[in-house]
């Protein structure tokens, strides 16, 4: 935020405490203003913000089960969303406004539209959508850094991160500039990325290998300055870092146990960054998909935060005031009485039926990739021409645990199938010492299969999986939040393929689509195909309801793997039954 604008708000705090004033308001949380008649007048450029982030590829028309789960309205994703920006456009540029549109990041995982071809198809509908900037998300990496680059490449707007940099040279890396300049009206208006240094812990080592992600606490300062000294008087900060669910009580905890000092090396979220960071006016938050209505105002620096929902549900808008004389930035005003996030139902945003068609048609294909039954006729031939069935070949690889601490009994048999369920509990909970407990444990163990639940960090399990090389692992990619995994022993477990079915509608399974892997089990001179379906049901709040449903879903979806033949299913996981269940 301008200095003039600061010193302002002190001065009218000091006179007016809990006064709304020029739009914003002093206590923490701010209200919504609904076009102030005295900002609407040659004094101020009206510029339009419109903010997505966590979209995770969701731009297909869609149910809005979380609204009514009995009659759930339509949504319109990606085409109403095109309906709603070229209106604010055009309205813009009959008046003299301007817009900007943004996203937060994590704009393709987490759907088959998405991953299907590594975020492109994602890509090119919002270059459609003519965006202006994106910060780079965490999910971003989920294919590697150079098919981050490859997307960046394409991308006919900027990628936004200014704390990622070389970890060999320490410079700028291809993909990503730190910060954008806009100029409109005569007015600059500078806007800055960072990505949560959590990055790393997230992915697969190899995801993000040869970067370095810095705190973005430490980074954002020298950020603010350089738009500065090239004239910015406005500044927005596109912060992949996210606001917590639950904001209020996250933000007192935070601030009672406030040492600048301790932030320096942590990971810090979108609240932390805007407490702790004066001179950004306006942040717009991803990597978390809690959205609110309503702005964040750090009643210290006065920076507003605002988030949206993730997954195509609705469109940020906020209006920003900037006095033309000053060039500050002096009021804003929300579009709608909730405040500033739109929902895309189509009753509301009538979809452009040619964006929905187009986006129908790539969303179709790819939906049916994961209910398709695959054919490994040629795949198993080649196994069998490469490793023949042979007693000899039976649980040989050695593992090596981490540490030899308690005494545990193992069951593995050469002739049985042994499979073991296991919740992690936001793995790794304790850290390294989580990762050497559970390598000593799986070891003596010695199942033939675990389904686990619950990945936190994806970097730790890697290492977990290093300590037992006797085990290979296939992860989710498609999860909203905690991963899913299919540990098998590679000695007598050979993978032909895996999908994550309901991924394109995956409400009912709380944003966590079960993980199905298909294997060749050989024991001795024998062989069988074996199904495995890791599943992590909904707990808590409506978590009956949306349980009752996924099973049902899930139920017909195996009667159709038996329909064709696979008679050999494990389904295994976390049910989150309770006992007081009923019905």
Same mark, same amino acid.
């Given at each position: 935020?301008?200095?003039?604008?600061?010193?302002?708000?002190?001065?009218?705090?000091?006179?007016?405490?809990?006064?709304?004033?020029?739009?914003?308001?002093?206590?923490?949380?701010?209200?919504?203003?609904?076009?102030?008649?005295?900002?609407?007048?040659?004094?101020?450029?009206?510029?339009?913000?419109?903010?997505?982030?966590?979209? $995770?590829?969701?731009?297909?028309?869609?149910?809005?089960?979380?609204?009514?789960?009995?009659?759930?309205?339509?949504?319109?994703?990606?085409?109403?969303?095109?309906?709603?920006?070229?209106?604010?456009?055009?309205?813009?540029?009959?008046?003299?406004?301007?817009?900007?549109?943004?996203?937060?990041?994590?704009?393709?995982?987490?759907?088959?539209?998405?991953?299907?071809?590594?975020?492109?198809?994602?890509?090119?509908?919002?270059?459609?959508?003519?965006?202006?900037?994106?910060?780079?998300?965490?999910?971003?990496?989920?294919?590697?850094?150079?098919?981050?680059?490859?997307?960046?490449?394409?991308?006919?707007?900027?990628?936004?991160?200014?704390?990622?940099?070389?970890?060999?040279?320490?410079?700028?890396?291809?993909?990503?500039?730190?910060?954008?300049?806009?100029?409109?009206?005569?007015?600059?208006?500078?806007?800055?990325?960072?990505?949560?240094?959590?990055?790393?812990?997230?992915?697969?080592?190899?995801?993000?290998?040869?970067?370095?992600?810095?705190?973005?606490?430490?980074?954002?300062?020298?950020?603010?300055?350089?738009?500065?000294?090239?004239?910015?008087?406005?500044?927005?900060?596109?912060?992949?870092?996210?606001?917590?669910?639950?904001?209020?009580?996250?933000?007192?905890?935070?601030?009672?146990?406030?040492?600048?000092?301790?932030?320096?090396?942590?990971?810090?979220?979108?609240?932390?960054?805007?407490?702790?960071?004066?001179?950004?006016?306006?942040?717009?938050?991803? $990597?978390?998909?809690?959205?609110?209505?309503?702005?964040?105002?750090?009643?210290?620096?006065?920076?507003?935060?605002?988030?949206?929902?993730?997954?195509?549900?609705?469109?940020?808008?906020?209006?920003?005031?900037?006095?033309?004389?000053?060039?500050?930035?002096?009021?804003?005003?929300?579009?709608?009485?909730?405040?500033?996030?739109?929902?895309?139902?189509?009753?509301?945003?009538?979809?452009?039926?040619?964006?929905?068609?187009?986006?129908?048609?790539?969303?179709?294909?790819?939906?049916?990739?994961?209910?398709?039954?695959?054919?490994?006729?040629?795949?198993?031939?080649?196994?069998?021409?490469?490793?023949?069935?042979?007693?000899?070949?039976?649980?040989?690889?050695?593992?090596?645990?981490?540490?030899?601490?308690?005494?545990?009994?193992?069951?593995?048999?050469?002739?049985?199938?042994?499979?073991?369920?296991?919740?992690?509990?936001?793995?790794?909970?304790?850290?390294?010492?989580?990762?050497?407990?559970?390598?000593?444990?799986?070891?003596?163990?010695?199942?033939?299969?675990?389904?686990?639940?619950?990945?936190?960090?994806?970097?730790?399990?890697?290492?977990?999986?290093?300590?037992?090389?006797?085990?290979?692992?296939?992860?989710?990619?498609?999860?909203?939040?905690?991963?899913?995994?299919?540990?098998?022993?590679?000695?007598?477990?050979?993978?032909?393929?895996?999908?994550?079915?309901?991924?394109?509608?995956?409400?009912?399974?709380?944003?966590?689509?079960?993980?199905?892997?298909?294997?060749?089990?050989?024991?001795?001179?024998?062989?069988?195909?074996?199904?495995?379906?890791?599943? $992590?049901?909904?707990?808590?709040?409506?978590?009956?309801?949306?349980?009752?449903?996924?099973?049902?879903?899930?139920?017909?979806?195996?009667?159709?793997?038996?329909?064709?033949?696979?008679?050999?299913?494990?389904?295994?996981?976390?049910?989150?039954?309770?006992?007081?269940?009923?019905?």
């Amino acid at each position: 935020m301008g200095c003039a604008m600061r010193k302002l708000l002190s001065a009218l705090r000091s006179l007016l405490p809990g006064v709304l004033t020029l739009g914003l308001l002093i206590p923490v949380l701010a209200q919504p203003v609904l076009m102030p008649s005295h900002y609407e007048n040659d004094r101020y450029y009206k510029l339009n913000v419109l903010f997505t982030n966590d979209l $995770h590829g969701a731009i297909d028309m869609s149910k809005a089960w979380y609204m009514n789960p009995e009659f759930p309205p339509d949504l319109g994703g990606g085409a109403s969303m095109y309906t709603y920006v070229k209106q604010i456009r055009s309205e813009a540029k009959a008046e003299g406004a301007g817009v900007l549109l943004l996203d937060v990041g994590n704009f393709y995982q987490g759907t088959p539209l998405g991953i299907a071809d590594s975020g492109r198809t994602i890509l090119r509908w919002m270059n459609a959508m003519q965006y202006d900037a994106a910060a780079v998300g965490t999910y971003e990496f989920m294919f590697g850094v150079q098919n981050v680059t490859r997307l960046a490449q394409e991308a006919q707007f900027p990628f936004l991160s200014g704390n990622i940099v070389d970890a060999g040279t320490g410079g700028p890396v291809d993909f990503a500039q730190p910060s954008q300049l806009f100029e409109v009206d005569g007015i600059k208006v500078g806007i800055f990325g960072v990505t949560t240094s959590e990055t790393p812990n997230l992915l697969a080592p190899e995801r993000t290998r040869g970067l370095r992600f810095h705190n973005s606490l430490n980074v954002a300062e020298g950020l603010i300055s350089d738009l500065e000294e090239q004239g910015a008087t406005v500044i927005l900060s596109l912060a992949h870092l996210g606001v917590p669910y639950g904001r209020e009580q996250a933000y007192d905890e935070f601030v009672e146990s406030t040492i600048e000092e301790n932030f320096q090396n942590a990971p810090v979220n979108s609240l932390q960054l805007a407490h702790l960071m004066s001179g950004i006016d306006v942040m717009f938050s991803g $990597h978390i998909s809690a959205g609110y209505n309503l702005p964040w105002e750090d009643p210290d620096t006065h920076t507003l935060v605002f988030q949206s929902y993730g997954n195509g549900s609705n469109i940020g808008h906020v209006m920003l005031y900037i006095d033309k004389e000053t060039k500050t930035l002096m009021g804003y005003s929300l579009p709608t009485k909730r405040g500033g996030l739109v929902t895309l139902s189509t009753d509301d945003v009538e979809p452009d039926m040619q964006m929905a068609r187009d986006i129908s048609e790539k969303a179709t294909i790819a939906n049916m990739a994961t209910r398709t039954m695959p054919d490994y006729n040629r795949k198993l031939a080649t196994i069998r021409n490469i490793k023949p069935l042979s007693f000899e070949s039976l649980d040989t690889i050695p593992g090596q645990p981490l540490q030899h601490k308690y005494t545990i009994p193992g069951f593995n048999h050469w002739d049985a199938l042994e499979a073991v369920t296991w919740n992690m509990e936001q793995f790794p909970k304790a850290g390294d010492t989580t990762v050497s407990n559970i390598s000593e444990v799986m070891n003596a163990i010695g199942a033939d299969i675990f389904a686990v639940q619950e990945i936190g960090s994806i970097e730790a399990f890697t290492r977990l999986l290093q300590s037992l090389p006797q085990y290979g692992y296939i992860l989710t990619q498609q999860s909203s939040y905690y991963d899913q995994a299919i540990i098998y022993r590679k000695d007598v477990l050979t993978p032909l393929g895996s999908l994550e079915p309901f991924a394109e509608n995956d409400y009912n399974f709380a944003g966590r689509p079960p993980l199905r892997a298909d294997f060749i089990w050989r024991f001795g001179n024998q062989e069988k195909q074996i199904t495995v379906v890791n599943i $992590h049901l909904k707990c808590c709040g409506d978590g009956l309801n949306r349980r009752k449903k996924s099973v049902v879903e899930l139920h017909d979806y195996l009667r159709q793997l038996q329909d064709h033949g696979m008679e050999n299913i494990i389904v295994m996981g976390d049910w989150n039954d309770d006992v007081t269940d009923v019905g």
